[in-house]
Antibody
Framework: QVQLVQSGAEVKRPGASVKVSCKTSGYTFIGYYLNWVRQAPGQGLEWMGRLNPHSGDTNYAQKFQGRVTLTRDTSINTVYMELRGLKSDDTAVYYCAREAGDPFDFWGQGTLVAVSS | QSALTQPASVSGSPGQSITISCTEN?????????VSWYQQHPGKAPKLIIFDVIKRRSGISNRFSGSKSGNTASLTISGLQAEDEADYYCCSYGDSDTWVFGGGTKLTVL
């Protein structure tokens, strides 16, 4: 069965960076885009970007251009999201989500990133 | 850049039908069918319920249906049940290989 398992919660200081992992299983890793979506406390979903695991090509939301980087390790079927220059309003739950013909058909469990001084 | 507007909240009684709208601010909305809807219960990850405007994901109740007219997509839930109480988000394919979510709608079952 398809599973996306994310790394654990993180607490970071303002200005720091965070790297969240999303380990996939149960399907052909290179066959589906992986997306990252975040949700601030009490707020809606916000699309951040996506990665093509086959080519490594990425697309990012304009808001995050230059501050986020998506990478992958095909040997362990894992995608990473690194966000730099953290601010308090980056406090959110970060989700990875598989993009198939029907977008975002499987989601990770979410990773809380808290930014606080 | 496209933006999707949803009502902040809707409500209905058990057994009734409700419709949640999702309006795009550009004329491109009508030119493609890449609109999807997600249900999110508190503390849980979102769950895909409708894709390509009208297609119901396997395993989703036929009480959920999608449609689109012009620059507005809609999600209709018929025969409301208590377990339908959740947040609902639309999503559309945007410019330059990006995705965009609506602001979300809180459904209350009275």
């Amino acid at each position: 069965q398809v599973q996306l398992v994310q790394s654990g919660a993180e607490v970071k200081r303002p200005g720091a960076s965070v790297k969240v992992s999303c380990k996939t299983s149960g399907y052909t890793f290179i066959g589906y885009y992986l997306n990252w979506v975040r949700q601030a406390p009490g707020q809606g979903l916000e699309w951040m970007g996506r990665l093509n695991p086959h080519s490594g090509d990425t697309n990012y939301a304009q808001k995050f251009q230059g501050r986020v980087t998506l990478t992958r390790d095909t040997s362990i079927n894992t995608v990473y999201m690194e966000l730099r220059g953290l601010k308090s309003d980056d406090t959110a739950v970060y989700y990875c989500a598989r993009e198939a013909g029907d977008p975002f058909d499987f989601w990770g469990q979410g990773t809380l990133v808290a930014v606080s001084s | 850049q496209s933006a999707l507007t949803q009502p902040a909240s809707v409500s209905g009684s058990p057994g009734q039908s409700i419709t949640i709208s999702c309006t795009e601010n550009s004329s491109d909305f009508g030119s493609h069918n890449r609109v999807s809807w997600y249900q999110q219960h508190p503390g849980k990850a979102p769950k895909l319920i409708i894709f390509d405007v009208i297609k119901r994901r396997s395993g989703i109740s036929n009480r959920f249906s999608g449609s689109k007219s012009g620059n507005t997509a809609s999600l209709t839930i018929s025969g409301l049940q208590a377990e339908d109480e959740a947040d609902y988000y639309c999503c559309s394919y945007g410019d330059s290989d990006t995705w965009v979510f609506g602001g979300g709608t809180k459904l209350t079952v009275l």
